[in-house]
């Protein structure tokens, strides 16, 4: 092989083989960053769906201690309704519900704006009045909030950006330091090769 060859051939293993392994490192960090984001995703749903379950908790203590306090007897009655409407229009922004359907014996009452889709989380509400001896009536209430898909959708794009900033910016740092770490050694080795080639014996 001639002096050319062999200063070509070393050129292109010492320029090469570490941008390879960088090359490697790096697409493993985007492969980890995406799992990571569905992890993270995964996660989001579950507490999406933990927190619809408080808010429908709370939304039932609330319009369990209304009825029970003015409405026993007369749950579906039209100040009833109103009345009920006006707590859950209050509520509505804190508890992040859509719609609300409240069902039982004496009819049912629908507020907000129920659709395909979303997410719901039922309760049965047990009115018993404390100023009567007549049996606890049963009214089944349906909160409906906005679908897990959707809401975890919402958060998808800023998760990935921001994993993806943080993959780039790994990427480039550790590319340049095994960029140092294996350039340097390997050309080394090189250049002694090649003096050994050479007929240096003391390289």
Do not use: C
């Given at each position: 092989?001639?002096?050319?060859?062999?200063?070509?051939?070393?050129?292109?293993?010492?320029?090469g083989?570490?941008?390879?392994?960088?090359?490697?490192v790096f697409w493993?960090?985007?492969?980890?960053?995406?799992?990571?984001?569905?992890?993270?995703?995964?996660?989001?749903?579950?507490?999406?769906?933990?927190?619809?379950?408080?808010?429908?908790?709370?939304?039932?203590?609330?319009?369990?201690?209304r009825?029970?306090?003015?409405?026993?007897?007369?749950?579906?009655?039209?100040?009833?309704?109103?009345?009920l409407?006006?707590?859950?229009k209050?509520?509505?922004?804190?508890?992040?519900?859509?719609?609300?359907?409240?069902?039982?014996?004496?009819?049912?009452?629908?507020?907000?704006?129920?659709?395909?889709?979303?997410?719901?989380?039922?309760?049965?509400?047990?009115?018993?009045?404390?100023?009567?001896?007549?049996?606890?009536?049963?009214?089944?209430?349906?909160?409906?909030?906005?679908?897990?898909?959707?809401?975890?959708a919402?958060?998808?794009?800023?998760?990935?950006?921001?994993?993806?900033l943080?993959?780039v910016?790994?990427?480039?740092?550790?590319?340049?330091?095994?960029?140092?770490?294996?350039?340097?050694?390997?050309?080394?080795?090189?250049?002694?090769?090649?003096?050994?080639?050479?007929?240096?014996?003391?390289?």
């Amino acid at each position: 092989m001639s002096e050319e060859s062999r200063k070509n051939s070393g050129e292109t293993i010492s320029g090469g083989l570490p941008v390879k392994i960088t090359g490697i490192v790096f697409w493993g960090m985007v492969l980890v960053g995406l799992m990571i984001a569905f992890i993270m995703l995964e996660g989001k749903e579950r507490e999406l769906a933990a927190s619809n379950d408080n808010y429908a908790t709370l939304l039932e203590q609330r319009l369990v201690e209304r009825i029970v306090e003015h409405y026993a007897s007369e749950p579906f009655s039209e100040n009833a309704r109103n009345d009920l409407k006006q707590i859950a229009k209050k509520l509505q922004p804190n508890l992040h519900f859509e719609a609300i359907e409240l069902s039982g014996h004496g009819g049912t009452l629908l507020f907000g704006d129920k659709r395909t889709g979303q997410e719901a989380v039922t309760r049965d509400l047990i009115i018993a009045s404390a100023q009567s001896t007549a049996a606890p009536s049963m009214i089944r209430m349906t909160v409906f909030f906005p679908g897990l898909k959707k809401a975890a959708a919402d958060h998808r794009k800023p998760i990935l950006i921001t994993i993806g900033l943080m993959v780039v910016v790994f990427g480039l740092i550790l590319q340049r330091i095994l960029h140092r770490l294996l350039s340097q050694p390997f050309s080394s080795m090189l250049a002694s090769a090649k003096q050994f080639a050479d007929g240096d014996i003391a390289a």
